[in-house]
């Protein structure tokens, strides 16, 4: 049962196959077996049994508010859950609790739909491996599976174990980690340069980013707001358009989402891609992209080729200024959005009392990591008046280039963007460590950074297992607000594809479910 | 806006911000901007609790735009002059929340209600060149601000807050450095303040010191101007983009599109066209209408209720208003000023006080008798005009025969007098006609005992 799509465990729940508590309890009991994987910080068991229990009541009396009732989600620890803990994964927001629910929490809880707890995430969503936050890292649940056991070389048993975790991904790691470990149906990300759509590659699941506007950002503690959007983390590509269907929409609290109305849609079953045009960008054949994934990139292209689709090469010329601009829009948004934690209203406070701007400092040394640190000094920097108009406002320009570059491209005649989402499978955990973070982010974000730049719709579909065994993504970028189309090319993809189920020990013991929906016939 | 303490909010703009920020840009004579821009302007302090505040630094919402006022030459309010003060801009912000600065304990408390809340800010250019001068500006800023309904703009309640720039320099010369001066509670104070730091500049610059570009605080009690001590060195704001507020764009009938939604955007004509009359076309009005000098409109406008209650009055007189406006002026204002009273609370209300005036001009009573009656019906006591008339025996003497006796008893008695006005000097009749006022206790009307009296000598 936990291994199925959220539509199906839909149907289940409306025909009674089992009920909204039943499946609260599986979840919530397969959390704890897979606690190792560090995928959650707080765990909302009581509150998410009394959810579970309402929306039982409500199917009981065959008023069930949707399809999203009594299904179980998780949300990374950055947006604002009333009445349980919302951290960020910092010493500054430890013990936070908020007074209210950002709108997307909201809007699910509206539909019924379970809240099981909050995941682990890089400090402040500042990463890309979800390993520098204040409860460890997050583990990739791939590295405890058959498959990538299988393709371990042989060593001692306990060196295997404890040393070749890889890592998830990040910075919505544990998001990424609890979807692909079935312990909820779907999962809420933020995706600032990348932070949805890369764990959902390491973890073998759909992770969209939709345009920016789209969703509303209210109750999301912001890293970039010019660029962060909430993510949706699923199994399936339909799962993350019922989950869309339920976000989308103009919010009066959020001023940069759109006015237009949003129509929910369902995606069909039967797509001709005959008619498309999908545009391969040469400029994401990145320096350190893995031969493995290239391969699988052209592999994808002779797909569409094969099935009559229109497929080109195209240039964006920009993207490999992407990363410098980012870091500096990055960095001068962060020094402005954790000006607010000073310690004095909520949060971490420092025990000085010498003088306000003591308490400030101290407060903000013990609350924050290196790396938020690192980024709000250099953000300041480009902030001075007399670094402004070099840095801050010049990368604006870049910013508008680089936009500009998918707008020509899309208004070319090309439909759909396919690039890869990473440039390798994911990485031991310690080999990650070696490098530090910034040196981490600005490799891994680069091939998805520049849909962030532009606010547009991305997403990241399992394609296959690397030689490792581990799972590798690749990434449809669309046109502003056109995620139905995107998301139909996705959902296409997906279905030609083929990606295996992970094969997990504790699922296992855990579902003696009817529903094998995988088959293990694989793309590879 | 609203208010954003949490982690999290996104700031959204107030539309009664915008509109009101409109109005005052239009009644200001200022150019709207239709694209108007937000900035997050960052430094540290306890009462700023996001750590910026949101303000309009690249592209206000108002930019050049004028404000005449009126002064009075000299102290007596009879002759007044225009002048003018340029708008540099109007821009829309955030409040900070209010610092409370115990010394007594070494702490501050902070009081973050107002946080978050709109402001308006207007910035002057430096025209003007006196206490006086500032403190008419405001004045006058206050009245359109009042008559708008965008502000109350009482200083005291910090509803306006003024800081004033004060510079000095010679003639000819390019303009001194500025020093700021804050805490100024009144229109009063702001005078004040003015002129007294432009001594201590002028002073300084004598003894051959130099002014520093600082900030300083006024200090009502001792009528000064002090050194804040919490700003240091020039900060650098780091200025940027406010990302959660996309540009604010204002429509007028020209660019508004067909299908937009009404309700969705702000349009400056629409505004424009319901703007009320503003403080100068008031006063411009009530000369036009009532034949009243412009210094009497001008004292009109500046109390707050006068004018409707002066306007009351004239509806319910035949007095003409020419007359009726002294009374207003010199009588009822400044009892209500000895008192310290709004009009609103005055005890004579506009009906009591028409209804004594009338029984001025049907002649039932004299000039001095309505005053004497007015004095009692300051006290509140719920007696009509003519009760207290009644009362106080204050009826003029209608009848012709008792005043012509009256006459002669004072000509029989002041021989002195009447031989003085026999021989041609004319000016001794007044003392006679005050004699029958006394003797009639102030009920002869006094144009009449002087045909009488008149009549009388001549034979």
Known sequence: MLRASLREVSAALKEGRVSATELCQRCLSLIKSTGFLNAYITVAEGTALKQAEESEKRYRRGQPLGVLDGIPFAVKDN?????????????????????????????????????????????????????????????????????????????????????????????????????SSFTCFAALGSDTGGSTRNPAAHCGVVGLKPTYGLISRHGLIPLVNSMDVPGILTRCVDDAAVVLGSLAGHDPKDSTTIQDTFKPFELPNLIDVRKLCIGIPKEYHAPGLSSEILALWSKAADLFKDAGAKVIEVSLPHTRYSIVCYHVLCTAEVASNMARFDGLEYGHRADMNKSTESMYAATRREGFNDVVRGRILSG???????????????????????????????????????????????????????????????QDDILTQAANMAGLPAISIPTALSKRGLPVGLQFIGRSFQEKQLLTVAKWFEKQVKFPMIQLEEVKRHDCSVFQHQKSVSFL | METSVFSGSKQVLNRRCVEAAVMTGLALN??????????????????????????????????????????????KMSQMVT??????????????????????????????????????????????????????????????LQTLGSSQAVMAEGQLRVDANVSVHHPGEPYGVRTEVKNINSVRFLAKAVDYEIQRQIEELENGGTILNETRAFDSKLGCTIPMRDKEGKQD???????????????????????????????????????????????????????????????LLNEDGLAEYFENVVKQTQMKPKKVIGWILNDLLSYLKQHALPVKDSPVSSFLLADLLNLLERREISSSAAKQVLGELWKGEGKTPLEIVKEKKLELIQDQKELEQVCQEVIDRQEDEVMAIKAGNQKVLNRLIGLVQRATRGRSNPVLVKQILEKKLSK
């Open chain 2, 237 to 299: 704001y780091r200025f940027m983009p406010e990302p959660n507020l996309p540009p604010l764009i204002l429509y007028d009938a020209k660019s508004l599109p067909v299908n937009m939604n009404h309700q969705q955007v702000v349009n400056i004509d629409w505004i424009r066209e319901r703007l009320p009359d503003l403080p100068s076309v008031k006063r411009a009005k009530l000369v036009e209408l009532y034949g009243i000098l412009p210094e009497h409109s001008f004292t």
């Open chain 2, 83 to 144: 002048k003018t003060v340029r708008i540099k801009q109007i821009q829309l912000e955030q409040d900070s929340g209010k610092s409370l600065h115990d010394d007594a304990r070494s702490q501050t408390l902070v009081d973050l209600n107002r946080a978050g809340v709109g402001l308006m800010e207007v910035v002057m250019e430096p025209d003007m060149c006196c206490g006086e001068e500032a403190a008419a500006a405001v004045r006058e800023l206050q009245l359109i």
């Open chain 1, 79 to 179: 947006f604002n859950t009333a009445g349980i803990e919302t951290t960020c994964a910092s010493n500054m927001l430890k013990g936070y609790i908020s007074p209210y629910n950002a709108t997307v929490v909201q809007k699910l809880l509206d539909q019924g739909a379970v809240l099981l707890g909050k995941t682990n995430l890089d400090e402040f969503a500042m990463g890309s491996g979800s390993t520098d936050g204040i409860f460890g890292p997050v583990r990739n649940p791939w590295s405890y599976s058959r498959q990538y056991k299988e393709k371990a070389p042989p060593k001692s048993s306990s060196e295997n174990e404890e040393s070749d975790w890889v890592i998830t991904g990040g910075s919505s790691g544990g998001s990424a980690a609890a979807v």
């Open chain 1, 380 to 442: 300041n920097y480009f902030l001075l008046k007399q670094n402004y108009e070099n840095y801050f406002i010049k990368a604006q320009k870049v910013r508008r280039l680089i936009a500009d570059d998918f707008v020509k491209v899309f208004g070319s005649g090309v439909d759909i963007l396919l690039t890869p989402t990473t440039l390798s499978d994911a990485v031991p955990y310690v080999e990650f460590i070696k490098e530090d973070n910034r040196t981490r982010s600005a």
């Open chain 2, 30 to 75: 200022c150019s709207i901007n239709k694209k108007s821009l937000f900035d997050r302007k960052h430094y540290f302090y306890a009462d700023l609790p996001a750590g910026y505040q949101i303000t309009q630094q690249r592209v206000p919402i108002a930019v050049n735009g004028s404000l005449s006022y009126s002064l009075c030459i000299d102290n």
